[in-house]
């Protein structure tokens, strides 16, 4: 039937509306669930399986028109025509902010760019979405009531909510309902007051009253809410402090006073708008928020307590009580009220109207409720998401960025913090974490909704195994997000704008002055967001323009030490000086570290265009003088009282300021008269009481103070003076003119959120530039700079160009500024004539990026770039050229390898050990490369030094200095200089007993351990030092360089570190050309703390350096070639003579030249990788890595021996089912079938139990032992941690000592070890020999003692090893030991694991030879049996000399007989002596064999001498009985053992000896 009144068809119209589908279910739900707590008011009772249903919105639409005029009497005209726009925008905004599943989004959705850009990280996974639908209802609910009275007003009209809230039974409902469809179809207008007489008609005034109502039961239960938090904080404050800390919470005005009263204590809780606010925002009246809370149809804000929490920011438990109190009220509040509803609701027909109003009551508890689940659940508000971040990989570090949105992709333009950013910064994080990340943080800007700038900061502690960069930047974007969500679905959700520019402030630290919390950690605020009266300029105009609240917010980071600051001419330490800046600020800080003490003075300096803050500024220059007079001349400390003018006060005293301030505003040129002028205008007013402070105590203190015949004059010139010339770069200057310590620091302020101050002085900062984005980012890494640009678009460009480093060493400052259209020479120009006049450093002006191309051209963004060079008293500004000279072009060389950002960065180091030492040997093989020039350079001063040289000098001729793994390795390299070059003097010592030998100033280290005092701490005159760093950034060792250049004259600094471009080599240049002393390792950066492949690369270099020296000395001839062996005086007793330059000769040196050149390919099998990445399986690397699990498997014991028995505990106590005794059970109860209460069934159940508390005491144990058994150890050893003892040479077991702690410290807690190491040769013995227990693990490297000259050594080690292995009786109590080296030959029973390396691309040895020992097993002890063999074959003894000949050749001269006659034995003699006359330097004819036989006879040949005993004992010489007695006697013959004595005898050694004299 269709309706014949238009009438009715508009009564239609505004119920057909469809529900929101996303929005019905749930409040359907909800009424259910009512329905069913509610008990009728008769007996019958409500079919549980068949609720009463709200109709759907299809159900809803009549098919009469009867059946629409009776829905139609059930809406309310009033408020119905408020809800199709009010859905609609609520399905636009849930679509806004559904994540899109990838990248693709319906066009039908009116999607929020931003909000879009900010979740796309997130998976397709329902939960986040979940999450945020949960919060935006909540969020409607809590700040739009009047939506949620209009839903229960509308939901009320149906007959589920009536018969819940009036207590009609569910049966005479549906009663009810059927005459109601009965009577519909004759048409009767009277039916719904005849059959239902508890129903009213519903009027526009009572619908509005139902929502006051219930705006003010939101507002009551708000209150009780914050109320809750008072409460839970005073209780915490009791129980923290007491009535001292909450004195020290107290204005300024109450903590004079002996007793703190409750409401003295209450004034300190500020009242704000907002739940959750990241700000405070303004004061507001009373009136002002009861108009909004209560006028219906208007935006409800939230309520927020601003807690006083100074006394409890160190525990976070207190702060997550004080958040959760009020969660707990809100939610009870709601609960009790639906406890005692039923009660409530069991009321006549006459009292039907007071239950309407509780029912508003119990939906404003629900909506306070709603808010406080949304902004005060643990862990953050609701709304907070967690993105999912690009990975990642001692001291602390700069860095950020400066770039316009406009070079952004379109995707990145709207996000708060653009991911192409953060994944800049991610990557340049990576390497400046290499510096210390125990934690970090970032501050960006954003413009907030009253138009203020505000400060978004986040700070983190990262995880033991964390990584830095996914972890801060994951908080930042959850504090943004929780800050940038109205909770006002009707008008906008964005309290949060993205600025033009972006500007990122972050800072990764390595906790020294303080624990590494986060209250610890940078950026560092100390007032934070604040609001003042601001005096702008306005641009390119001398026009200055006043916000009245203007947010103020001063952030800093800085990396160094602050020692202290010079206040009234004395330096006050960084302690105290935070006791006078909180007295000075009247708001203390927290923070034990001394870097929010420099943010405290930079609040105290940076006050351009504030004139309380200059006021203040000026009352400390001028009126103070003293840091004690501000506690009453009591000693400054904690516990002394504060005196100092409250900021209120200030604000007073600057009135008469502003006021003839603004007199001029419209055009005032802050030149220094018009800056005189203008104070003493002030002045004078101020002295004729023109103007009237308006606050007494004001009044009265600038009297005391102030007002005196000359002081009041100074006072407003000073106060005039620093409104216009402290802005943010002049501050900086400020601050460094007094400080005294190490910095790099930022400092940026919210009222120049497109600028940033950098300064370094003692600490590197390095920025890049790109003027074609345009970009700025900066770093105290300067390594870190090589970045390519992340665009999504595709563009994979470096994102910096030009690189620039600032001169830490003498201090330089540099500010930088974005700046919006125009040409780069026009906006300079701008600046420089209007923002720099009056200011403390007008004289820097601002520079254009170094783009000539771009300096006339138009663009959307320009850098501008201003700095000055800290020089004495005057800084010096920096000039154009100066910028441009000190620019260099940034190369992608030395650019992170993004492999190394993967989970196990030590595996990727180790798998480009073979490319890095191959390229090593290609550069040094180069004679053009940058190494070989600076090898030349370093060979060139030794051989300065050895020029007419015959021993070494007192004085140091070569230092070699460095920290930890590249100290050891220069010793190693020290000790072997000094063998090569025996007239030098070499050195090795650490660069912090350098920096203590070469400083004077208090606090400095004194090396106390050294024979070298700083007296005889000399370089000779032209001596050599060679610093030694992978980063380049070592702060001791570029310190340590820095002092040697400026304390000594012209000293030859080198330095090598990873690659040329650091900051330690930075200092080394002179002029644009390179300076030759420079070397490169070619490992570029690692960011593995275990150090490999930086190790691997720094021995290499250091071996090739050393080898080039020698040969290129012998080669130019700037040393002399050493002759034999027998003319070098160091083999003579006593070392009289001249000791040679060089030990080697050139072909000896290029020989070992040659076996350098192998360890490449030698490296390829032990790590199992090629030079080009190639995987390359071996017997050696599967050995390596087979004895590397054996080991591992000691040291993860514990954690199975840990956790499986916790498996077992859990799973048998559970279950009820003990092992032994369960099976006992089972088989004595069902298989056996014996009477429980028999001794056969209860003897063995105790029995049984017994052994299972016995197996639950020792449970460890066995599993212990069963993961031996598996992985083929010993069972019976002990049960306890283990310690890895490391025993190799002394550089070789510290380098590997630090490589496993460094692994150590990363691993469970379970799997914990010692590590500790020593020399096999030297002091393992006597130092580790007490740790020989069955938990003590062995990793010993073996000498090749194939060799002859290491056989000893070898012989050695396995003597220290065996003395710690078989100092125990029992062979279960001993020590494991593995061993790695290249002889195959191992000792039964000593190792648990041995590896032998291949020694085949080695070039084979003269000794391996000689000795035959090229190939298999030999033993070393065997092996120095046949080298004493070999030596005493070819003995000679001093400077004498001996026919040589064996015991076969002469056998072979006379003829195979063994007896001959005298006559042939002569000649045969005379033979042998002619043939090796030339070797002997005799003259043939000269010997005379019949003289020598003349001297001879038997019994002087057979007398054993001590030689003949030693050879015989040897076995190199056999000496038989004559047969004859006489020699010359007329004898038959002569046998061959008296030829031999002849041709060895003392008297054949005299008569050669005295032919060579004659020789000479």
């Not at 970032?442 to 830095?468: D, E, F, I, P």
């Not at 930088?816 to 004539?833: D, K």
């Not at 290249?1382 to 291949?1398: D, F, I």
């Amino acid at each position: 039937m269709q309706p014949n009144s238009a009438q009715a068809r508009s009564q239609e119209s505004p119920a057909s509306v469809p529900a929101t589908p996303t929005k019905m279910p749930s409040l359907r739900a909800a009424l259910r669930a009512q329905e069913a707590s509610v008990a009728p008011l008769s007996g019958d009772e409500v079919p549980s399986a068949a609720p009463t249903k709200m109709p759907s919105s299809r159900a809803m639409q009549p098919n009469s028109a009867q059946a629409r005029s009776q829905e139609s009497q059930e809406s309310v005209p009033a408020s119905s025509t408020k809800v199709p726009p009010l859905r609609a925008d609520l399905r636009a905004q849930e679509a806004s902010v559904a994540p899109p599943f990838g990248d693709q989004v319906s066009p039908a959705a009116p999607t929020k760019p931003s909000l879009r850009a900010s979740y796309r990280a997130q998976e397709s996974s329902v939960t986040p979405l979940l999450r945020l639908l949960a919060g935006l209802c909540l969020s409607c609910v809590f700040h739009q009531p009047s939506i949620l009275s209009l839903v229960a007003w509308t939901a009320w009209q149906q007959a589920g909510l009536r018969s819940c809230f009036y207590g009609i039974p569910t049966g005479q409902h549906q009663h009810n309902q059927k005459q109601l469809h009965q009577q519909s179809a004759t048409g009767s207008a009277q039916v719904w007051s005849t059959c239902c007489p508890s129903f009213f008609t519903v009027t526009v005034t009572e619908a509005l009253l139902f929502d006051v109502v219930l705006r003010a039961a939101r507002l009551v239960f708000a209150v009780a809410h914050e109320v809750a938090h008072v409460l839970a904080f005073l209780v915490l404050l009791k129980f923290s402090g007491g009535t001292a800390a909450a004195t020290a919470l107290m204005p300024q005005q109450y903590q004079q006073q002996s007793v703190a009263s409750f409401w003295q204590l209450c004034r300190c809780i500020e009242l704000s708008e907002g739940a959750g606010a990241s700000r405070r925002a303004k004061p507001k009246q009373l009136w002002t928020i009861l108009f909004e809370h209560m006028v219906p149809g208007s935006r409800a804000p939230g309520l927020h307590v601003q807690l006083p929490t100074a006394g409890l920011e160190q525990h976070q438990w207190q702060q997550e009580v004080i958040r959760c109190s009020g969660v707990l009220i809100s939610v009870f509040i709601p609960v009790l009220l639906m406890l005692l509803l039923p009660e409530m609701t069991l009321f006549a027909c006459a009292a039907q109207s007071s239950s309407l109003w509780e029912a508003a009551i119990f939906l404003g508890a629900v909506a306070a409720a709603a808010g406080a689940l949304l902004s005060d659940l643990p862990g953050g508000p609701l709304l907070s998401q967690t993105r999912v971040l690009p990975t990642g990989v001692f001291c602390c570090g700069n860095w950020g960025c400066l770039v316009p949105r406009e070079c952004l992709d379109s995707s990145s333009r709207k996000e708060f913090f653009p991911h192409v950013l953060e994944q800049l910064l991610s990557n340049l994080l990576n390497v400046v974490e290499l510096r210390g990340a125990q934690a970090g943080g970032c501050a960006t800007y954003l413009r907030g909704s009253n138009g203020q700038v505000v400060c978004m900061r986040s700070r983190t502690v990262k995880s033991k195994r964390g990584r830095l960069a996914p972890m801060l930047f994951g908080k930042l974007h959850r504090n943004i997000s929780s800050a940038s969500w109205s909770i006002n679905p009707l008008t906008c959700f964005q309290r949060l704008k993205p600025l033009p520019v972006v500007l990122a402030q972050g800072h990764s630290r390595f906790g020294t002055s303080s624990v590494p919390a986060e209250n610890e950690t940078h950026p560092h605020q100390w007032l934070g967001p604040h609001c003042d009266r601001f005096w702008r300029q306005e641009l390119g105009k001398n026009s200055w323009k006043l916000e009245e609240q203007a947010q103020v917010c001063i952030t800093i980071t800085h990396n160094g030490d602050f020692d202290g600051w010079k206040l009234f001419d004395e330096v006050v330490a960084n302690g105290d000086l935070g006791e006078w800046i909180s007295r000075m600020l009247h708001k203390r800080n927290e923070a034990k570290g001394d870097s929010p003490k420099l943010a405290g003075l930079m609040d105290v300096l940076l006050v351009q265009g504030r004139w309380a803050a200059s006021v203040r500024l000026a009352f400390i220059r001028t009126v103070l003088k003293h840091v004690d007079q501000i506690c009453d001349w009591e000693e400054l400390g904690p516990e002394a009282p504060n005196v100092a003018p409250a900021p209120q006060v200030f604000r007073a005293w600057a009135k008469p300021f502003e006021k003839e301030f603004a007199l001029v505003a419209g055009n005032f040129v802050p030149t220094e008269a018009a800056i005189q002028e203008l104070g003493h205008c002030v002045y004078k007013r101020l002295e004729a009481a023109e103007w009237c402070l308006g606050d007494a105590e004001a009044e009265e203190e600038l009297i005391a103070y102030v007002l005196g015949p000359d002081l009041g004059r100074i006072f407003c010139q000073e106060a005039c003076r620093v409104f216009f010339a402290n802005d943010l770069m002049s501050a900086v200057w400020d601050f460094f003119s007094c400080a005294e310590g190490t910095f790099g620091i930022s400092v940026t302020c919210s009222l120049w959120p497109q600028k940033i101050a950098l300064a370094a002085k003692g600490q590197p900062i390095s920025l890049a530039f790109d003027s074609q984005r345009p970009l700025v980012y900066w770093a105290s890494e300067p390594a870190s700079l090589a970045q390519l640009w992340p665009g999504r678009d595709g563009d994979r460009t470096p994102a910096g160009r030009v690189r620039w480093d600032m001169m830490d060493d003498k201090g330089e400052a540099l500010e930088l500024q974005m700046v919006q259209g125009g040409t780069a020479f026009g906006n300079s120009e701008v600046l420089n004539n209007f923002d720099l006049e009056g200011t403390l450093l007008g004289r820097a002006k601002y520079l254009p990026l170094p783009a000539a191309h771009l300096d006339d051209e138009e663009r959307p963004f320009h850098v501008m770039i201003r700095g000055v060079l800290f020089n004495g008293s005057e800084p010096t500004p920096l000039t154009r050229t100066m910028f441009l000279k000190r620019s260099v072009l940034l190369s992608m060389g030395d650019r992170l390898d993004q492999s190394l950002t993967k989970k196990d960065v030590v595996g990727c180091d180790i798998s480009k050990v073979p490319w890095v030492l191959a390229e090593i040997d290609a550069c040094w093989e180069d004679r053009n490369s940058l190494n070989r020039i600076s090898a030349a350079t370093f060979a060139n001063c030794i051989g300065a030094l050895l020029k007419g040289r015959s021993q070494a000098g007192s004085d140091i001729d070569v230092l070699v200095f460095g920290i930890e793994n590249s100290l050891w390795l220069g010793q190693q390299f020290a000790a072997d200089l000094a063998r090569l070059f025996p007239c030098l003097n070499v050195l090795a010592m650490s660069s912090n007993w350098v920096l203590g030998m070469l400083q004077s100033a208090e606090g400095h280290v004194e090396p106390l351990n050294w024979t070298l005092t700083r007296r005889k701490f000399r370089l000779s005159p032209g001596g050599i030092a060679l610093g030694i760093s992978q980063s380049g950034t070592t702060y001791p060792t570029v310190w340590a360089s820095r002092l040697l250049r400026s304390l000594i004259s012209n000293p030859e600094i080198f330095a090598v570190s990873g690659h040329f471009d650091t900051v330690m080599a930075n200092g080394l240049v002179r002029g644009d050309s390179f300076s030759g002393k420079l070397f490169s390792t070619l490992s570029g950066i690692s960011p593995a703390e275990p150090s490999t492949l930086a190790t691997m690369a720094m021995h290499h270099t250091l071996t090739k350096l050393l080898l080039f020296c020698g040969e290129h000395l012998l080669l130019t001839r700037q040393v002399t070639q050493r002759g034999d062996l027998s003319a070098d005086s160091v083999l003579l007793p006593g070392g009289a003579g001249r000791n040679p330059a060089c030990e080697l000769r050139l072909t000896e040196v290029q020989d070992i030249r040659r076996l350098s050149c192998t360890l490449a390919g030698t490296s390829e099998e032990i790590v199992g990788v090629t030079q080009h990445g190639i995987r390359l399986p071996n017997a050696v690397n599967n050995d390596l890595v087979k004895s590397g699990r054996y080991l591992s498997s000691h040291l993860q014991e514990p954690y199975w021996s840990t956790f499986l028995p916790a498996i077992y505990i859990i799973v048998t106590v559970n279950a009820g089912f003990p092992v032994i005794s369960g099976t006992w059970s089972l088989i004595g109860e069902h298989l056996a079938e014996l009477d429980l209460d028999s001794a056969a069934y209860q003897v063995p159940k105790y029995i049984t139990a017994f052994l299972d508390s016995i197996l639950y005491c020792c449970l460890a144990a066995f599993f212990a032992t069963a993961h031996r058994f598996f992985t083929g150890r010993r069972l019976w050893t002990r049960f306890t941690a283990r310690t890895v003892v490391i025993v190799d040479t002394t550089a070789n077991y510290k380098l590997l000592r630090a490589y496993i702690s460094k692994l150590r410290a990363l691993a469970w807690r379970f799997t914990a070890f010692g590590v500790a190491g020593q020399n096999a040769a030297d002091h393992f013995v006597h130092e580790m020999t007490h740790l020989a227990h069955s938990d003590t693990f062995l990793a010993v490297g073996r000498p090749d003692g194939r060799l002859a000259s290491l056989a000893a050594t070898e012989s050695s080690v396995l003597m220290s090893v065996q003395q710690a292995r078989y100092i125990s009786s029992k062979k279960s109590g001993s020590v494991e030991a593995i061993c790695v080296g290249h002889n195959p030959w191992r000792k039964a029973g000593l190792w648990s694991q041995a590896v032998a390396l291949s020694t085949a691309q080695r070039p084979p040895f003269l000794s391996e030879r000689e000795l035959s020992t090229e190939n298999g097993e030999h033993a070393p002890g065997n092996v120095m049996h046949r080298v004493a063999d070999f030596v005493s074959k070819h003995r000679q003894k001093g400077q004498d000399a001996i026919p040589w000949i064996g015991k076969e050749e002469l056998v072979k001269r006379m003829g195979g007989q063994e007896d001959i006659s005298h006559e042939k034995a002569r000649a045969v003699v005379s033979d042998v002596v002619h043939q090796q006359s030339e070797r002997l330097k005799i003259s043939a004819s000269q010997f005379d064999a019949e003289l020598f036989f003349r001297k001879t006879d038997l019994p002087s040949l057979l007398r054993p001498t001590a030689q003949t005993a030693s050879r015989k004992n040897l076995g190199l010489s056999r000496i038989t009985s004559p047969k004859k007695q006489l020699f010359g006697s007329g004898a038959a013959g002569v046998s061959v053992s008296q030829i031999m004595a002849v041709l060895r005898g003392n008297n054949m050694q005299e008569h050669i000896a005295d032919l060579q004299e004659r020789q000479r």
